[in-house]
């Protein structure tokens, strides 16, 4: 399957979530373990559907690892964000990385609650709709605007800062200029699910993106968890990385 066939693949995945889940009045429900939603599981469903006609693997955050041994694999957020969806905070999206042995190929990050969508092709840039973006070149911690996901310790000394909820919009944010930066707090961290493909998008469109541990981010394992911090500059993710890292205890491994 060539990049073209995989960026369509992912973009018909994407647009078989808001179909799933129109027919559903209430959003509120709870799923079948904590902090997950009924909408989740009807979103993974309408995605699972998808990605398994075309036969790849995935690692999905609400059903798990299915076919792991394909060269191909999926890893899939159907509603990133849904805690902001239940409550009606115009703010998730739906996520797709898909990797190969080099790492994440091809992304689609999409706002299901204005249609926006980011996507990026390795080698080839990133895009949102038909536009291609750049971060915003700050190169200052305390001239940026930055997202946070779970709280710091303290001030880490930005200009201003943002906790939207849904971490895959956050950094497609970063690569498009929108925030400067984004950042993890004290204990806190990601799943693969919530930062791959946004990873992607921001290395396509020339943010940078790191792990506060020095840990490896490009991952398939489902129980994995990393410290993520990414910026629009290298001068300003290393300053967000010191202020974040100066004091504080080791993220969750």
């Known amino acids: ?110 706002n299901l609650a204005n249609g926006s969508r980011y996507h990026a092709v390795r080698g080839g840039g990133a895009w949102r709709g038909t536009t291609r973006i750049a971060p915003s070149g700050c190169g200052a911690l305390r001239e940026g605007i930055v997202a946070i996901s779970g709280m710091p310790n303290r001030h880490l000394g930005w200009a201003q800062f943002r906790a939207f909820g849904a971490a895959a919009l956050e950094l497609c944010a970063v690569a498009d200029g929108t925030l400067d930066a984004f950042v993890v707090g004290t204990h806190a961290a990601l799943a693969p699910w919530d930062y791959l493909g946004a990873m992607l998008v921001c290395q396509e469109a020339g943010a940078v993106i790191g792990e506060l541990q020095g840990r490896e981010l490009v991952t398939r394992d489902h129980s994995a968890r990393r410290a993520v911090v990414a910026a629009a500059t290298t001068s300003l993710l290393e300053e967000l990385h010191k202020a974040a890292t100066s004091g504080t205890s080791p993220a969750p491994s």
């Open 1 to 110: 399957m060539d990049d073209d066939q995989l960026l369509a693949l992912c973009h018909r995945a994407v647009d078989a979530v808001p179909v799933a889940l129109a027919p559903v009045e209430d959003w509120r429900p709870r799923g079948e373990r904590p902090g997950q939603y009924a909408i989740d599981l009807l979103a993974d469903r309408a995605v699972l559907e998808v990605l398994g006609e075309a036969g790849i693997g995935v690692v999905s955050e609400e059903s798990g690892v299915h076919r792991p041994d394909s060269p191909l694999v999926a890893v899939i957020d159907p509603v990133d964000g849904s805690t902001n969806a239940s409550r009606g905070i115009p703010w998730y999206a739906s996520s797709i990385a898909v990797l190969d042995d080099d790492g994440p190929r091809v992304a689609v990050v999409a």
